[in-house]
């Protein structure tokens, strides 16, 4: 047998650019390789590293976001004496008829709103009032006024006996009495006994307006009564500190203060739970006293929480062997809450201009400056970015480290104070720019800029009352705080605001996945970069995409949200499978088969069966008709979301365009496929599919796969498995509609409704002749997700899936774990993605088009099997390997060996129990009884493999290699070890080919294999492994290298590799990762790159990365080790990166790396691999 240079099989992924297609014949290295772009894979959650797997538990939620350190928050509450104020706005009616409607009285009672009796500390209700009778303040007594007696709020009616209280809705008068009284003389006239519903809850009419005279009917009292509901579910854990702007009820602050000359702050403390003692108790204790009085220092009091913050305590706590320690990466906030425009005297420490990202020679851009505010000093904006740029602690301890977490909105990583803003009755206007675009712009840069926004209007104390631009102000300080405002425009919508920030404050990002691009093959051709990224707590995600900038030479302009912009619930298209396997559309009209599934599956005891069936498929379509605040009768029973598009955590986008001309070009020349249908009819495929939208695919944890328009983001459609859909218990849609899904409990850490994944896995595609014409096919997976599903869809043209005449027959099909047909029982939770290849039909000589898949872990027959579909119809057939239980297998690498007919043959794959399996691929499958090598540590226990492999010849010698490295990320059992199993990088020679060779074999061990070894690491993390070259393994016994992840600094740490190699310009790459410490300041896993000679397994011998950061890669970026000079190659990371990279060739010939960090931050790493001895990939890599 030989095998061609140019002809190993893998699958093809046929794209618009660097999703290149991963054609039927295995490219060798050639010296004219163009096309290097490498996809980031999907992170694999976790389970243990054990000798052997007892267990093989998937955790349901991102491994990578452990709890954070608990951040430091400082609520300053404004006391002045406009909070005494029973209208609001400032400018708002204070007295008629005009002052009891609530669209020109904010603070007036509005009949839309439900007013609810605040809580106190411990959970209980401040008392409740019973009409007539409303409580003058409850916070500080139980004296009660006569509702009707105020004539504010009543008129008297029938010779003057009978009184009312009167509200508006709308134009219309309206009256509520007592009981006793006579509505005969009165219009829209109400017994205060009446049924009232407000978003559907009942309550009465008097109850309702009783608790607004009590708790909402002043400023200072719908302020209390917005703070305690919003601080009442405030994490115990996380450090609360609060003070007034004007000092009032300072004496009941207790001990433990921070002062300035004026104004004092409690210090920050754990929250606790409210019992006597805790800071929380504190609290309530001292809200309940604060007065109003006095002007509006805002600026003076965000001043005295910045200076606050440069002090030690903040940062101090104890470590867990009782220690006093100072954490450097803890955040630190302020929300600031106030009614009114500032005013007093200026602060002592304000910046006039700033940039968003650096400590040291900033650069003013806007929004961040720019108009008449430019020219004043000491605002409110000043004082924000002043104790955000400052580093707060910087040199004040030996080791103080800038790693405070990054997020999108905030990148600074040293201590910083980050700002919030809430304003009551405050509307900003008239800056040519909502908030939204104002925000964008400051995250984002000048690629967001608004045109025609006329700058920032001048602030000022304005004759000591504060002026109305003050109120833009507010939310200048929260941009450039980096924070965010909120404007609460009456007092329903203050405690909203409130909680909206501390939900800011909550949520996590992450990524798990790449950047993907699409265009062209170089850094100057690309034009569009695609990043999917989630947030924890609120289990939202994004895809977002930026355009190449000819300028910069950055992925930076023409940015779009798939979040921000999908279709309204009735517009969208969305399809789904009925039990039949037939498509149906995923509305409230066509899916009878699951409304009843669905309904009895929803959290409301009350509210079951088949209507709410259909209310729910509402709402996963994204109606917010039965979401909190939605006042409707439906609402305040859904779980409430800021963003319709879910969490996308595991899948990487995958970007389709126009078939390339030259797909098979390699093949159909050296007629490959002689006597092959469609061997002739490829030309006209690509001529008809010429001017087809480019789409990119990802699939989301709200359970679809979407399919969004590449340029401009637009949802095109949506895919949900009908697996899925049936799900009952855990695995319901039904979850996702709980108030309480993915909420983590604050006190053990666990989530009650825990985080699923729903559609989480990888996705493949490939131009494919099936069913007598070409097509594109794209098959995907369910990941992680418990219903275990493979599903296959054509998507030559993506609007068919659009057209409800032509979208039964592109779902081609659908196969899960219990569907009752063949061999469903060997389909477990696939981690990797699929291959798609073209093998030897059971016919003779006709091919057959398949899509090979690794099982995963956790099928029924919890064993280790290849899975091949058939793709035209689905029909699937099982490679067994053997009865090892608690196995899986991780995705397959499949070759093509033979030149003469243009088959592929084997298929390389590792498995849960270290087992590298050779199998030979036939129309009918069949067992594997023996593996080609068994990966072990030193002291023989098994390593784990769940990544991808890699396979790839040797252009000189012939013979096949594979790549792939171990250990586990599926469960959080594997990162607990005090003792970590040592992991391992491998390269075997798996076919020996023309070489004459040893080929790896069951008998052979890690003494078969030469050693390589991490021998150095220096400061900044760089890292040199061992030299040596191909001579070392050219005898029988050596049949391949192996290097252990062990760090020459820190030794075994549990460094591992979940991700593929990847083969990038000659050389091996592969992104390692590495759990997290014991530090809480280690809030994501770490991890390295490693860079090697594929068939020696050493170091290059010359520059790859810029060690130095000189700018150039060359000699210089080596270190002396052991008296020998060795190139870095390899760079370590605090916070990993999320999965493979991404490669582009630079202008100069330079390979340029992409990736995306766990946290959702991106990087680039310098490399030059491209100058000299380039060699084209395999098509392989090239594909997601």
């Not at 006095?294 to 003076?300: H, N």
């Not at 039964?808 to 196969?815: F, G, P, Q, S, Y």
């Not at 091949?868 to 899986?888: C, I």
Request: charged letters at 20%; a negative charge; one cysteine or more.
């Amino acid at each position: 047998m030989k095998y061609s240079n140019a002809k190993l099989n893998d699958p093809i992924s046929e794209d618009n650019g660097f999703f290149a297609p991963a054609s039927t014949g295995w490219w060798s290295m050639s010296a004219n390789w163009c096309l290097v772009i490498l996809t980031l894979f999907a992170l694999l959650p976790v389970l243990s590293v054990q000798a052997a797997v007892d267990d093989v538990d998937v955790d349901q939620s991102p491994l990578i976001v452990s709890d954070p350190l608990p951040p430091n928050i400082v609520l300053l509450h404004d006391d002045s004496g406009s909070m005494g104020y029973d209208y609001l706005p400032d400018t708002a009616p204070k007295n008629g008829d005009d002052f009891r409607k609530s669209n020109k009285n904010r603070q007036y009672y509005n009949p839309q709103t439900l007013y609810t009796i605040p809580p106190k500390a411990d959970g209980t209700l401040y008392p409740t009032p019973s009409f007539p009778d409303g409580y003058e303040d409850p916070f500080n007594g139980t004296r009660t006024d006569n509702i009707l007696s105020e004539s504010d709020y009543s008129d008297s009616w029938y010779n003057g006996w009978m009184r009312a209280f009167v509200y508006f809705d709308g134009n219309e008068r309206h009256h509520v009495i007592e009981d006793g009284g006579n509505c005969s003389y009165l219009s829209n006239c109400h017994y205060a006994s009446d049924s009232l519903v407000v978003g559907g809850t009942t309550t009465t009419y008097g109850q309702n307006v009783a608790n607004f005279y009590s708790y909402y009917r002043a400023r200072y009292l719908s302020a209390k009564s917005g703070i305690m509901s919003a601080f009442s579910e405030l994490n115990p854990n996380y450090r609360f500190g609060f003070g007034s702007i004007n000092g009032s009820n300072n004496d009941k602050l207790g001990s433990g203060q921070f002062s300035t000359s004026y104004m004092k702050i409690k210090q920050v403390e754990p929250f606790g739970n409210g019992s006597n003692g805790t800071q929380k108790k504190l609290f309530w204790e001292w809200l309940n006293g604060v007065g109003t009085n006095g002007g509006t220092p805002l600026r003076r009091a965000l001043e005295t929480a910045g200076r606050y913050y440069q002090t030690q305590q903040p940062w101090l706590d104890t470590d867990d062997q009782g220690r006093e320690v100072e954490y450097s990466c803890r955040p630190s906030y302020t929300i600031l809450v106030s009614d009114g425009y500032w005013s007093g005297n200026n602060p002592s420490n304000f910046l006039k201009k700033s940039d968003n990202t650096s400590t040291d020679n900033y650069k003013a851009v806007p929004p961040f400056i720019g108009g008449a505010a430019d020219g004043d000093s000491a605002t409110l904006a000043d004082v924000a970015n002043y104790y955000w740029k400052t580093d707060l602690r910087d040199g004040a301890s030996e080791g103080q480290q800038n790693n405070v977490p990054a997020t999108e909105n905030d990148p600074a990583t040293w201590q910083h104070m980050t700002t919030f803003t809430v304003g009551l009755g405050l509307t900003v206007d008239g800056l040519g720019a909502t908030q939204t675009e104002l925000f964008n712009w400051a995250r984002l840069g000048d690629d967001a800029k608004v045109t025609g926004w006329g700058g920032w209007p001048t602030p000022g104390s304005g004759g000591g009352s504060g002026k109305s631009e003050n109120v833009s102000d507010m939310l200048h300080a929260a941009i450039n705080g980096h924070g965010n405002f909120f404007s609460a425009r009456d007092p329903s919508q203050f405690a909203q605001g409130l909680r909206d920030a501390l939900a800011d404050i909550a949520a996590a990002p992450g990524a798990g996945s790449t950047p993907s691009f699409s265009g062209g093959e170089t850094l100057t051709s690309a034009t569009r970069q695609y990043t999917a990224s989630y947030m924890t707590g609120s289990w939202t995600g994004d895809l977002k995409s930026v355009a190449y900038n000819d300028t910069t030479k950055e992925f930076t302009v023409d940015p779009w949200s798939a979040s921000a912009q999908l279709p309204a619930a009735a517009d969208r298209n969305i399809w789904t499978t009925d039990k039949s396997g037939m498509a149906v559309e995923f509305k409230e009209g066509e899916l009878s088969d699951y409304w009843e599934t669905l309904g009895n599956n929803l959290y409301l005891s009350e509210q079951k069966g088949e209507a709410w069936g259909k209310h729910l498929v509402n709402y996963l379509r994204g109606d917010q008709r039965y979401e909190k605040l939605a006042l409707t009768p439906l609402s305040d029973v859904l779980r409430e979301r800021d963003s319709l598009l879910g969490d996308i955590v595991n899948s990487t986008p995958v970007v389709i365009g126009a078939p390339k001309a030259d797909l098979y070009k390699h093949v159909l020349n050296e007629n490959y496929f002689d006597g092959l249908s469609g061997e002739n009819t490829y030309d006209d495929f690509v001529a008809d599919n010429a001017t087809r939208t480019s789409i990119v695919y990802v699939a989301a944890n709200d359970g679809m796969l979407h399919a969004f328009n590449a340029e401009d983001g637009n949802e095109v459609f949506a895919f949900i498995p009908g697996a899925v859909v049936g799900g009952t218990g855990d695995a319901s849609l039904a979850r996702l509609a709980n108030p309480e899904y993915g909420v983590y409990d604050p006190v053990d850490g666990t989530q009650p409704v825990p985080h699923q994944y729903y559609n989480d896995g990888r996705l493949t595609t490939q131009n494919v002749f099936i069913d007598g014409e070409w097509k594109t096919i794209l098959v995907g997976t369910t990941g992680r997700g418990t219903s275990r599903t493979v599903y296959a869809l054509d998507i030559t043209n993506p609007a068919d899936l659009a057209d409800p005449d032509k979208a039964e027959d592109a779902i081609l099909w659908e196969r899960s774990a219990g569907d009752g047909k063949s061999n469903d029982d060997w389909i477990g939770m696939a981690l990797g993605r699929a291959t798609i290849s073209l093998i030897k039909g059971s016919s003779g000589d006709e091919g057959q088009w398949v899509a090979h898949l690794g099982n995963g872990p956790n099928s029924e027959k919890n064993q280790a099997a290849l899975l091949q579909f058939d793709l035209a119809t689905g029909e699937l057939v099982v490679y067994p390997t053997g009865t090892m239980s608690d196995n899986g297998l991780a995705a397959p690498y499949v070759i093509q060996a033979d030149d003469s007919d243009g088959l592929s043959e084997y298929a390389f794959a590792g498995d849960l129990q270290g087992n590298v399996w050779r199998i030979e691929l036939s129309a009918t499958g069949g067992s594997v009884s023996d593996p080609i090598y068994v990966a072990k540590d030193d002291a023989g226990n098994r390593q784990p493999i769940t990544a991808d492999m890699l396979a790839t010849q040797n252009e000189k010698t012939g013979a096949v290699w594979v790549f792939f490295g171990t250990g586990r990320f599926l469960t959080g059992a594997d990162i607990t070890s005090s003792n970590p199993q040592i992991q391992t990088w491998y390269g075997l020679r798996a076919l020996k080919g023309a070489s004459g060779l040893a080929e790896v074999t069951a008998s052979h061990s890690r003494n078969n294999l030469q050693e390589r070894e991490i021998l150095a690491e220096n400061a900044d993390g760089y890292r040199a492994t061992s030299t040596g070259d191909f001579s070392d393994l050219t005898s029988d016994n050596n049949v391949g290298w192996y290097m252990d992840l062990e760090s020459p600094v820190k030794g075994r740490e549990g460094e591992r590799i979940v991700y593929q190699t990847q083969l990038i310009a000659g050389r091996l790459i592969v992104n390692t990762l590495i759990p997290k410490s014991s530090s809480p300041c280690d809030t994501f896993p770490g991890g390295a790159t490693l860079i090697v000679d594929p068939f020696s397994g050493a170091n290059p011998g010359e520059g790859v990365l810029d060690s130095n950061g000189d700018g150039k890669i060359d000699n210089s970026d080596s270190g002396v080790i052991d008296g020998e000079v060795h190139h870095y190659n390899g760079q370590r990371y605090d916070v990993g990166l999320a999965g493979s990279v991404s490669a582009l060739i630079g202008e100069g010939g330079e390979v340029k790396l992409f990736g995306l960090r766990l946290n959702a931050t991106g990087m680039g790493l310098g490399t030059s691999m491209g100058a000299t001895g380039a060699q084209r990939l395999n098509w392989h890599e090239i594909f997601n």
